[in-house]
């Protein structure tokens, strides 16, 4: 994944982003909420989908080992971008909502508990995650 910068007044979500491969590629721009003009996506919406994604393949996983159909999972996930209160730095608040009609509530809160604990996005919401940044010579 590449992303290069544009204009912006603060440079946030600015620029375009473009995976190796081009499968993805798009303008990336702040939200109107926070001063943007919105036409473009912007990171949140990018670790939501990747979020959501995630975990609806670790839950169907699950299912399938089950033998539950997977069919009618669906999992939206909302992220907020804000303020630490305890020290001003930026935070991600992540809220998954996860519908699938048609099975015993109890089955599938025990199967939501073992895909946050197998989805590699809820495991470094939890956990944190190792990270490297390297300044390209």
Known sequence: MTVHGGAASHGRASGHARSADGALDLELRMPAELGGDG???NPEQLFAAGFAACFHGALSLL????????AAISVVATVAFGRDPEDGGYLLRVDL????PGVDPATADELIGKADALCPYARMAWRGTPTTITLAS
């Not at 299912?63 to 997977?70: F, G, H, I, K």
């Open 39 to 41: 036409r473009g996506t």
């Open 63 to 70: 299912a399938r080992q089950e033998a539950l159909d997977p």
């Open 97 to 100: 909502v996860v519908r699938w």
